[in-house]
T-cell receptor, first 114, second 113 residues
Framework: DVKVTQSSRYLVKRTGEKVFLECVQD?????MFWYRQDPGLGLRLIYF???????EKGDIPEGYSVSREKKERFSLILESASTNQTSMYLC?????????????FGPGTRLTVT | AQSVTQLDSQVPVFEEAPVELRCNYS??????LFWYVQYPNQGLQLLLK??????LVESINGFEAEFNKSQTSFHLRKPSVHISDTAEYFC???????????FGAGTRLFVKA
């Protein structure tokens, strides 16, 4: 059974803190993605990676960075958390290809920044 | 660039009634189309997808969607819903040669007893 796991289901952080969200997949997928999900806005792509050490900005990368040192792990970093980054964060992975493959999602991390 | 519009943010329906969740997309190139479902407190999972061939695609739990190229639509239907179908449904589109999938804003289906 394919699996994408995220390090925390719920996280509460203070404004200005550095926050790490971890994602691990066991499907040997090349592609990995970070999204944030907000009511009425659907999923918005923050960053994606198509190979180890490779990363590409998505639609809303400001305030975020990513790290992919190993194929199975993709980390999202909030350098200095702000209240407008309170959201649900979803990680996903997919095989390499040209858009034809579906994405496999983790359960999400609900981050609250106070 | 591609875009996806889900025309209803919420759809309340009684159990055993039929339902249609509407999705329209915009793209200047050929697309692949997906419906994902998100049950409460879970991540998204694939419900069904259209890649090519027959324009009517079905899921294992009774949902179906029809690709209509002339109307640029990919509406999701089920002839008789169950309480357990209560979830949020996302329409999504990707293109050949692209890494990105564009998601709609989602439709909350609420099935009432």
């Amino acid at each position: 059974d394919v699996k994408v796991t995220q390090s925390s289901r719920y996280l509460v952080k203070r404004t200005g803190e550095k926050v790490f969200l971890e994602c691990v997949q066991d499907m040997d997928h090349e592609n990995m993605f970070w999204y944030r999900q907000d009511p009425g806005l659907g999923l918005r792509l923050i960053y994606f990676s198509y190979d180890v050490k490779m990363k590409e900005k998505g639609d809303i990368p400001e305030g975020y960075s990513v790290s992919r040192e190993k194929k199975e792990r993709f980390s999202l970093i909030l350098e200095s958390a702000s209240t407008n980054q309170t959201s649900m964060y979803l990680c996903a992975s997919s095989p390499p290809g040209t858009g034809v493959y579906e994405q496999y999602f983790g359960p999400g991390t609900r981050l609250t920044v106070t | 660039a591609q875009s996806v519009t889900q025309l209803d943010s919420q759809v309340p329906v009684f159990e055993e009634a039929p339902v249609e969740l509407r999705c329209n997309y915009s793209s200047s190139v050929s697309v692949y189309l997906f419906w994902y479902v998100q049950y409460p407190n879970q991540g998204l999972q694939l419900l069904l997808k259209y890649l090519s061939g027959s324009t009517l695609v079905e899921s294992i739990n009774g949902f179906e969607a029809e690709f209509n190229k002339s109307q640029t639509s990919f509406h999701l239907r089920k002839p008789s819903v169950h309480i357990s179908d209560t979830a949020e449904y996302f329409c999504a589109v990707s293109v050949t040669g692209g890494f990105k999938t564009i998601f709609g804003a989602g439709t909350r289906l609420f099935v009432k007893a």
